[in-house]
Structure formats: C-alpha cells, structure tokens
C-alpha cells in the first residue's frame, strides 16, 4: 500500500511540476500586458529540437485541434510561420511555457532597440550552450568579457580585408562551375554541398590564411586524420545539439552507442585536433609576421601568448581560442554558403532574372573576360543588382532567422508605440527576423514574393544600367542584425556572395531538368516547393536540395 502511495504521489509530482509552472510563468506574463499564447513544451526542451521534424507533423495530425499549439512551439516556427503569429496577435506577444516566458517583437522601431541594448538584453546561457561547444566565444559572451573577444577577434574582418576575400571566391567559383558543367545535361546535385565548401575555403583563406583548390582542401583526408575538416565541420553543425548532449554525459562504453552517436563522437574530437592543429603551426609563425596584416588565427594565437603572459585584457584562454575558431568557422561559412545556394535555386524557378543580372554584369566587366583582371574596387560598388539579389534572398530565407536576447537576472521595461512593459527577469526576448522580413506592413501585398529588382531605384530619369541606384535599407530590415553586437562578417559574406554570383552568371545560365511532360509552370512550383521545405539547422537550410538537378550551360 505505502509503495503505490509513493508511486502515486510521484506521479503526480511529475504530472503538475510543468502545471505548476507554466500556471507561475502564465501569470507573470499578465503584467507585461500584451497577448499571451501558451505552448505545453518549453523552447529548449531536447526533444522537441531532436524530434521537431518528426513530432511537429504528429501534433498537427492530432484531432480537434488539440496540437494546435505547436505553431507557437519552438524556434523553427519563426521561420514556418513568417509573419502569420505577429499578423495574429500584433507586433508583440509572450508565448509561455513550463520553462520559460518567451517575447516575440516583429515592431521595427522596437526591435532596433532591443538589439541596442547590449547590456540590459543580453545572450541567454541556455540558449547558448550548444554555440560553446568548444568553449565560449564572441557570440556567446555578456559584458566585458564579450567586448575582450569582440576587440580581439573582428580585426581581421575589416574592409583590408575585401581584396583578397573577392580574388578567393573568384577563384573558388572557377572550380565550382568546372565541375558543374562538367556534368552536362545531367545536372548536379550537390550545389548545396558545393557552396559549403566553396564558403569554407573562401572562410579559411580569408581568416585563416590557407588557401586550397576547390577540387582539393577541406574535403580531403589530412594525414593524420580519420576524418576529412568538412566532413567533422559537417556532422557538428547537422547534429550540433546531440553533439552538446553526449559531450555532456560520462564517458559512455562505446558498444551502447548507436553508430551516428560515435560518428558525432569522433567529429567532435577530429575537428578539436584539426584545430589544435592550426593553432599549433600558427604558433610558430607568429613573431616573424606583421601584426597590421593579422588573420584570424595570428589574432588569436597572439592573445593565448597574452595570455600565458598575465595580460589580461588582451588575451584568450585556450578553451576561448577553440571556442572562437570553432564559431567564427561556423558563423563564417553556413550563413553565407546557404545563402548563395538559395539565391541558385531562386533564380533557376525564375530565370527572368539570371538576364536581369547578367545585364549588369556585361556592363559592369565589358571585355573584361578573364575574371583574373576582375578588379574588386572597380566592380563591386557597381554590381548593385547582384547585391539586390543577395538582400532579397536574406529578405525570404534568413540564415538567422531570430536574434535572441535574455533579460537575465533583473526586469527590463521597454517602451512599444508609446506605452511601457516590463518584462520579469529570465525572459528570453526574440526578434522576429522571419516575420519582419515577410510582413506587408513593410513590404506590401507582393511581401512572399522573390523580386531583387524590388531593391533598385533608377535616378537621372533615363533606363540607364549605371544610373540604377539601391534603395535606401528601410529599418527594421536587418539581417546581420544592428547595433553593437550586429554580424562582423557583413562585408565579407556580401564581397563573397556577389563575387561568386558575378562570375556563376557573367556567362552561364542554371535551369532545372525537367520531368517528362513537365510545363514551365510545373517545374517553377517543384522548384519552389523544394526551397520552401526548409528548416532550422542551426541555420536556416533546405531539407532536400538535391531532389532537383541543376543544369549549367554556357550562354551562347
Ligand atoms: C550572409 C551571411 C551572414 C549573415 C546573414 C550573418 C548574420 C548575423 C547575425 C544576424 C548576427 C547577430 C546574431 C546575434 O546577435 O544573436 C551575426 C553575428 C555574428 N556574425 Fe554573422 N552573418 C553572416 C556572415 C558572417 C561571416 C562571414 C562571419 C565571419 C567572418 C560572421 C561572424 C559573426 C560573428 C563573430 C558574430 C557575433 C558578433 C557578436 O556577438 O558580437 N558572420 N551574424
Ligand atoms: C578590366 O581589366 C583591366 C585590366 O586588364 C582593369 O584595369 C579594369 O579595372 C578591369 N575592370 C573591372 C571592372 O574589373
């Protein structure tokens, strides 16, 4: 009797604990005195992120409605809904859960503040336990800690910069489109692949000063390894979460594993030691290199000798130097890799464009024909439509899609169109990256729509090509975030993004191949669906790229 007592209580310990505190949270979030919605699963729970391809479409199958609430759960929602919440429930809600009161803002003048607020609206150690991996790091620090890593490690990102990351990705897409129309009309269907090396080389070259072949480099086996640099890079970011949760546990015995835990397991440990490796041939070049012509691993080598030396200020733990060179290689490659490989797959369902930018790309280069005699000072500032092309493809599939914010230990009041909320301590605060740059508050009735040409204006009157100007950014578009601690890679992912899309489409155009009996129309709506079946990874991607063949011709 007594032991079905304690079983009982148990359970219903185990039952009303989430009750409990979801009804705590609830009624916190009443003060803020904005629309409430509430999801039964907390944001960060590990089986929701795990599962969330498998368990979103079981909920949405359960009967009278009683999955409803998924559309609230998780932050893959942001990107599934777009701005459908925010149309709902206005440019602000709370969605509570049993672990967490979760803000969502998508109003442009607030989101602005938020993210001007480095101090007040901080990063959250929840969210950012998977980004520590390997130590903590410029994205994942508060206060003065995060501006030592943020003085050390953006340096070597600056406009000095832009040369030599245009010459690499020029470079890199000479060996990309070789092997692309190599395959002739059978097409390929590797581009998502392709562009993550390509983004990775040009990432490498740039900030760590190596450079390789696109054939070569990062996809070979290094001696020494069992596994290639891309390939542990890889397995990370798909698995980063299952990753964090092993690294976390004790040392299991290896014959319970399943063979992707020890897949996880042994890219986690190659990656550290293709690190350790760079680090430590880094070492040794150091002194007798000029410290106004630092990349990214001079940079942190110098502060981990800093370190060693007591000075405080300016140096990294070793933990802090992993940590950075694993982040900066994440932030440094996904985001942009992904977003040329949308920008491919966009223009190949609407390929009116592709002549839409090779126009500009003819008169920019004229007889120009080698892309060695490219000039980066020359070109760039003049191909406008190419970086339309790239802010309209972040505009519909934003590699980060929310910026996260934490109120921490104390309660933030932050003014909405006027009227004053205070949001408790430990609410985690999202700008709606997704729904900002989808509403027709913003962008119109046509806000779904893929259309670069809406970025350029043309001045002087006349339809000349040089006289097309891009329209001034309007606020609360901002998809390398604002304020302090807005993306430090901007300028290079834009001078890599319209480098590679100006060589791609100077002289080739990409469609898809068609199915049998296939019309134009049909074979635009398969390619968009593919685009459109996308989900959070990290960072936003596509889930099956390769169900269509890209076919790359030279124009005649
Ligand atoms: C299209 C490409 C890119 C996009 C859309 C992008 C977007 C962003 C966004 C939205 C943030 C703010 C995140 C937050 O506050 O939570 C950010 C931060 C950051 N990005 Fe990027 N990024 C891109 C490329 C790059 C590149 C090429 C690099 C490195 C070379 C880079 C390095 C970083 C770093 C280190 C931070 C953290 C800054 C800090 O917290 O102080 N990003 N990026
Ligand atoms: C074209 O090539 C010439 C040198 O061959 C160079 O001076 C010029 O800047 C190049 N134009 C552009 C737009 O890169």
Request: aromatic content about 10%; glycine content about 6%.
């Amino acid at each position: 009797m007594a032991v079905l007592k304690i079983i009982l209580t148990l359970a219903i310990a185990l039952i009303s604990w989430p009750i409990l505190n979801l009804l705590k949270y609830y009624i916190e979030a009443r003060s803020v005195g904005l629309p409430i919605a509430i999801s039964p699963i907390g944001f960060t729970n590990p089986i929701l992120i795990i599962f969330q391809k498998s368990l979103i479409p079981f909920f949405k199958s359960l009967p009278f409605g009683l999955g409803d609430w998924n559309v609230y759960s998780g932050f893959g929602s942001i990107f599934a809904n777009r701005y459908r919440l925010h149309a709902k429930h206005g440019p602000a809600y709370l969605v509570v859960t049993p672990n967490e009161i979760v803000f969502f803002v998508d109003d442009a003048e607030l989101a602005e503040e938020i993210l001007s607020k480095r101090k007040d609206l901080i990063k959250s150690d929840a969210l950012n336990k998977a980004l520590n991996l390997f130590g903590t790091n410029v994205v994942t620090n508060n206060g003065d800690d995060w501006a030592r890593h943020r003085r050390i490690t953006t340096p070597p990102f600056n406009e000095r910069n832009s040369n030599n990351i245009w010459k690499v990705s020029l470079a890199q897409t000479t060996g990309m489109l070789q092997s692309w129309t190599s395959e002739g009309k059978n097409g390929v269907t590797k581009t998502a692949k392709d562009t993550m090396t390509l983004a990775l080389h040009v990432l490498i070259a740039g900030g760590l000063g190596k450079s390789y072949s696109f054939s070569g480099g990062v996809a070979t086996l290094a001696e020494g390894h069992t596994m290639s640099y891309r390939d542990a890079l890889k397995i990370i970011l798909l698995k980063l979460t299952p990753a964090v949760i092993l690294g976390s546990l004790p040392p299991i015995p290896s014959f319970i594993l399943t063979k992707k835990m020890k897949e996880i397991n042994l890219a986690v440990r190659e990656f550290r030691s293709h690190m350790n490796q760079m680090i430590e041939e880094e070492r040794v070049r150091v002194d007798k290199l000029d410290s106004e012509k630092d990349n990214l691993l001079t940079a942190l080598v110098r502060a981990s000798n800093a370190a060693s030396q007591g000075k405080e200020r300016s140096g990294l733990s070793h933990d802090e130097i992993m940590g950075n060179l694993f982040m900066y290689n994440v932030a440094g490659h996904d985001t942009t890799a992904n977003t040329i490989c949308y920008a491919i797959y966009l223009l190949a369902a609407e390929t009116d464009y592709q002549d839409w930018l090779r126009e500009e790309i003819g008169s920019v280069f004229q007889g120009n024909d080698t892309v060695e005699t490219w000039e980066y000072e020359k070109a760039f500032p003049k191909l406008k439509r190419c970086l339309a092309l790239m802010y309209e493809t972040l505009r519909l599939y934003p590699p980060v899609v929310f910026i996260p914010r934490y109120t921490g230990t104390r309660s933030v009041t932050l003014k909405l169109k006027g009227k004053e909320h205070t949001l408790p301590p430990k609410t985690d605060v999202i700008v709606s990256v997704g729904s900002l740059n989808t509403t027709p508050k913003l962008w119109g009735t046509d806000s779904m729509s893929f259309r670069p040409d809406r970025w350029i204006s043309q001045t002087g009157g006349s339809k000349i090509i040089e006289h097309e100007e891009l329209k001034p950014i309007p606020t609360g578009f901002f998809p390398w975030s604002v304020g302090p601690r807005s993306c430090p890679g901007k300028k290079f992912a834009q001078v890599e993004f319209v480098a590679v899309i100006a060589h791609l489409f100077r002289k080739h155009r990409v469609k898809a191949v068609m199915e049998p009996g296939e019309t134009m129309e049909a074979v635009k709506k398969r390619l968009f669906d593919v685009i459109e079946d996308s989900a959070l990874e990290v960072t936003i991607k596509m889930n099956h790229p390769e169900k269509v063949q890209l076919v790359w011709e030279e124009q005649a």
